[in-house]
């Protein structure tokens, strides 16, 4: 089954704003461009007060050209602005991977006992 399926809404960073659409980073090998047209069921004088450059953001999938790696997208009628403010930051403890190296042998004997 193909990652991208019309219809399908996913998250992407815009790399890029142009006066006809946004160009969109899906991963390593697709990208794929809102049109202006799909950005607001209203007239869209300026596309950067809609979205900035680095920004991650929802978008829908509208077409899929699996050839050239192309996704045509929509943010007509979908809340895309993901929201990370609500998100607690990951604070490091200082430990690193101790615990898991220290548990690892642990959950190896375990293993090794059941057989």
């Not at 659409?21 to 004088?45: A, P, Q, R």
Request: include cysteine; charge should be positive.
């Amino acid at each position: 089954m193909f990652k991208y399926e019309k219809g399908k809404i996913v998250s992407g960073c815009v790399t890029g704003v142009e006066n006809y659409g946004v160009f969109v980073g899906l991963d390593e090998f697709y990208c794929g461009l809102i049109h202006i047209s799909e950005i607001s069921n209203t007239f869209v004088k300026d596309i950067n007060d809609y979205v900035s450059v680095g920004e991650t953001i929802r978008v829908k999938v509208v077409d899929v050209d699996e050839e050239n790696y192309h996704i045509k997208l929509s943010i007509k009628d979908i809340n895309y602005r993901v929201n990370y403010r609500n998100r607690s930051p990951i604070i490091e403890v200082g430990s690193g991977f101790d615990p898991l190296k220290k548990q690892l042998r642990v959950w190896m004997n375990q293993k090794k006992d059941k057989k």
